[in-house]
Structures are given as structure tokens and as C-alpha cells.
């Protein structure tokens, strides 16, 4: 098996995203969708950490393209998979953008050194 053409985080923690909307449903139906679509050696999806975007959760990033989704729900879903993971499209809608109002325009400095 070789690399993933495709990783998604969906963020499952921190104090918002399970609140705000259902990740832990958002990231089940990813899954879902993947599997049934035959896709798991090339789509990953991923739990994730908090994101540090609090207030624009539930949040899903996808890689390679470095394309970060805000206030998902469950039936969002269908449409990153359809038009992001297999079309090449993003979700225009869904695609966040740090100028946006919101309480976390931009993320907060870390709470450690590295």
C-alpha cells in the first residue's frame, strides 16, 4: 500500500467542535463513505485534536490541498466527499476564511514551546 493521495481531520476534541455540531458524526459518515466507495488505501480519515479555531467547529481539514472547512454537519459530508475527495472541487460554502467574523479569527498561540 502506498500513500495516501488524501487525509481528512475531522476535529473530535477540544471544547467546542463536539458542541457546536456532531464531529464525532461528521467523522463516522467520512468513514462511511469512504469504505463504501471502496476508497480506504487512498482516502484517510483521521480524528484530529483541537484545532484551535473554537467557535468555527466542527472543523475538517483536508490534505494535500491545505483546504480547512468550518461549522460542518453531518450531511456536509456527503457533499466533501462527493465534490472535494472524489471531484477535485472544494466545498466553496463550507471553506473557511480567517476574515470571516467569528470569535477565532485566528488561531491562539500555542500554550507550550516546542
Given at each position: 500500500?502506498?500513500?495516501f493521495?488524501k ?5 473530535t ?11 464525532q458524526?461528521?467523522h463516522?459518515?467520512?468513514?462511511e463513505?469512504?469504505?463504501?466507495a ?6 484517510r ?9 473554537c467557535?468555527?467547529?466542527?472543523m ?20 466533501i466527499f462527493?465534490e ?5 472541487r472544494?466545498v ?10 467569528g470569535?477565532?479569527k ?9
Amino acid at each position: 500500500m502506498g500513500p495516501f493521495e488524501k487525509h481528512v481531520f475531522v476535529c473530535t476534541s477540544g471544547s467546542t467542535c463536539p458542541v457546536d455540531g456532531d464531529s464525532q458524526a461528521v467523522h463516522a459518515r467520512l468513514k462511511e463513505l469512504v469504505k463504501e466507495a471502496g476508497l480506504k488505501t487512498t482516502i484517510r480519515i483521521n480524528n484530529a485534536g483541537c484545532m484551535d479555531q473554537c467557535g468555527n467547529g466542527p472543523m475538517v481539514v483536508v490534505y494535500p490541498e491545505n483546504i480547512w472547512y468550518c461549522h460542518v454537519r453531518v450531511e456536509d459530508a456527503d457533499a466533501i466527499f462527493q465534490e472535494h475527495l472524489i471531484g477535485g472541487r472544494p466545498v466553496e460554502r463550507l471553506i473557511y476564511r480567517p476574515l470571516q467574523p467569528g470569535p477565532n479569527k485566528v488561531p491562539r498561540e500555542p500554550k507550550f514551546e516546542v
